[in-house]
């Protein structure tokens, strides 16, 4: 981008080790556990969620509601208030050094300049008594030291970056004067002020019309190459991150149960919480009268999860030993995994996984298949 | 926002005609005959009651203000819709009347007292700014810490406390208690403002009033910046900033500081107005020449010229004073800068 050449990063990134030198994952979240202590009980919100992040690389992450993804995102970004939360287990790296005992201030230097986030609600999510280029302008001038003038120039080029018509003018507005999705864009701008490595982007089209969502998602795949960060998109609809996601992680109630490249998730699943999902998807292809078919039942309370798999109590194809025995994370292909007892069983996938879920969707299979290739 | 100011100064007009007819009303309405307020015990020369009479708009004058009498020598009483007449005409050329006991224009008496009122007022504020603000953010910053126990038992008493007996206690302790204990070398004042026979800086008195003055307002204003507080802090774009790398200081006195104010800002703005109106109870414990005594004052010696004065000159300010408090709001609230229109 830019704002910022290269190499001009704090020097706290520096000590992390730029991303030049370090020739490892971006960010490693491994066997994370983070779980919240309340007087009903002990909520395992995060218990057990693996995942690697590559420079560029875009992770989805899909679940239901009350699977924990965004209690995942923001334990990376040390937002968890401990107590209630606590940190059962696990470590998250980010080039290779653990962040997760980082000294508070280590962390907020971190923060907004290493790792970004954009939530969920772009309408309660900026400060309504600020100006819009105040609030974008913020993170430069606490990591990089810009100047009050310096900052407002910067909010206004990050401004027109992400698509604001007439930034120079709108840098003085204030929130209640933008619309959802123009927030959205506000809140892109905001993340992306300090170059960051990751983008954690939490579900930032739900509360947009469609089709906006699509605007907001295009804007951040471009930026994305222009910039070179990853992201990673939680989101509860598989059908968002289908154009863009090189990985996606499928959560369960605080776990993950599949997680692949993005073709492996949609065309060679193996775990039937994941069949469900596809078969979720809204077909946007009028033609087909497909009918949508959601998954029965409503995921368990997180204080008392299944003894086995915590899917089986609305699993279709549950056998005895899914309510005894929790199953194993199982590899099917290289990285990608399914915690299924069946996940090895060629015949239970093949006899069950829907039939190629998003048939006709050809711009996806053909442009995903470039973009792993491209970088591979 | 010029457009909005010079609407609201229109909407003052219905306010006041409204309360100048209660006012006028409620003085027609109690019994007693004016002129023998005026005269006290002294009985009147004819001659004397009937200039004052025509002096009053009670009877009928001609132009050189002399009484017109009917056919049979009688005066003609005035209407009251003709003495609500002269009233406000009076009014509106800056002319309250004057006090029936002191014989001196009302509007005299409150330019002398009104300055001690303000100034009561100007420093009870300023305790309530600092230490209303100051107590509820630390109690919402330290939540169930020793300080936030304190501060919220303390409110609570307060709250509870009528201040006219605070008022009696600070006088107690540091007025006589305090005087005896340090042998008459240490006490604080206990009435009146200071003046050239006062043994005190003139400054020294208003520390006693001005306590019990804000005692209370001090006290919701502590509360509602604790929880104004408490609940910006758990507000979505606290966490944005938060996530952009904010330490809590910056968090707190950026963020969470401005949206949390705006509350507290209108309660304080108001209980200044209501402070400007004259605390009666407090001045009349702490015998302070304000504009509050000179009401009470009048009100129990039947002296309507000042009550009706005093009463107008409170609704003015307050008015004046409610009008700023919506001003600074919108400065502190762009959601609500008055004839923004909305975009996009
Ligand atoms: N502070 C907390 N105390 C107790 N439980 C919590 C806390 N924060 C989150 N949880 C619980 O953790 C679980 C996971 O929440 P999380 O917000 O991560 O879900 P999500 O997958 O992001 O869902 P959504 O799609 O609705 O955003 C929920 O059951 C929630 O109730
Ligand atoms: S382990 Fe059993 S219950 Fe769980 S997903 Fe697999 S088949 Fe269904
Ligand atoms: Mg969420």
Known sequence: MALLKKGEKTAESQELGSAESYSGHLLEVDNLKMHFHTKDGIVKAVDGVSYTLDRGETLGIVGESGSGKSVTAMTIMGLIKMPPGKIEGGDVRYKGKSILNLPEEKMRKLRGNDIAMIFQDPMSSLNPVYKIGDQVGEGLRIHKGYSKKEAKEAAIKLLDLVGIPNPSVRVNEYPHQFSGGMRQRVMIAMALACNPDIIIADEPTTALDVTIQAQILELMVEMQEKNGNAIIMITHDLGVVANMADKIMVMYAGAPVEYGSAEEIFYESHHPYTWGLIQSIPEQKMDEKKRLTPIKGNPPSLVDVPKGCSFSPRCPYAQAVCFDKRPEALYVGEGHYCTCHFALDNDFANKFRPKSSRSGDTEFATGEQEHVEGRA | ?344
Do not use: C
Request: no cysteine.
């Open chain 2, 1 to 344: 926002m010029l457009k909005y100011i010079l609407k609201r100064i229109l909407q003052f007009i219905p306010v006041f005609i409204g309360v100048t007819v209660i006012l006028f009303a409620l003085t027609n309405i109690v019994p007693g005959d004016p002129i023998k307020l005026i005269a006290g015990e002294k009985s009147l020369a004819p001659e004397v009651e009937l200039q004052l009479r025509a002096a009053n708009h009670l009877i009928k004058v001609d132009d050189q203000g002399l009484p017109i009498f009917d056919e049979n020598g009688n005066t003609i009483p005035e209407s009251t819709v003709a003495q609500y007449g002269y009233y406000i005409s009076d009014l509106l050329h800056g002319d309250l009347g004057e006090s029936y006991q002191k014989k001196v224009p009302v509007l005299d008496i409150f330019k002398d007292k009104y300055p001690y009122t303000i100034r009561l007022a100007a420093v009870a504020i300023v305790i309530e700014i600092i230490v209303g603000i100051g107590a509820g953010m630390i109690s919402a910053i330290k939540r169930y810490s020793f300080w936030d126990v304190l501060v919220t038992l303390s409110t609570s008493i307060l709250v509870a406390m009528p201040a006219f007996w605070l008022g009696m206690l600070l006088q107690l302790f540091f007025g006589i208690k305090l005087k005896e204990w340090t042998g008459g070398g240490f006490y604080m004042p206990m009435s009146g403002a200071g003046g050239a026979v006062s043994e005190f800086q003139s400054w020294m008195h208003y520390i006693l009033p001005a306590i019990t003055l804000a005692s209370v307002s001090t006290a919701y204003a502590a509360r509602i910046m604790r929880s104004q507080l408490l609940e910006t802090l758990n507000m979505d774009y606290i966490r944005t900033a938060i996530a952009k790398g904010l330490n809590s200081r910056q968090v707190i006195l950026k963020h969470a500081l401005k949206n949390a104010l705006i509350p507290v800002v209108t309660y304080i703005g108001i209980d200044f107005g209501s402070m400007l109106s004259g605390a009666i109870l407090t001045e009349t414990v702490f015998n302070w020449p304000g504009i509050g005594y000179e009401i009470y004052r009048a009100i129990t010696m039947r002296d309507w010229p000042v009550v009706m004065g005093g009463v107008t000159l409170v609704v003015v300010v307050v008015l004046v004073i409610s009008l700023i408090v919506d001003i600074s709001y919108a400065f502190l609230d762009p959601r609500i800068r008055y004839g923004n229109k909305k975009e996009n």
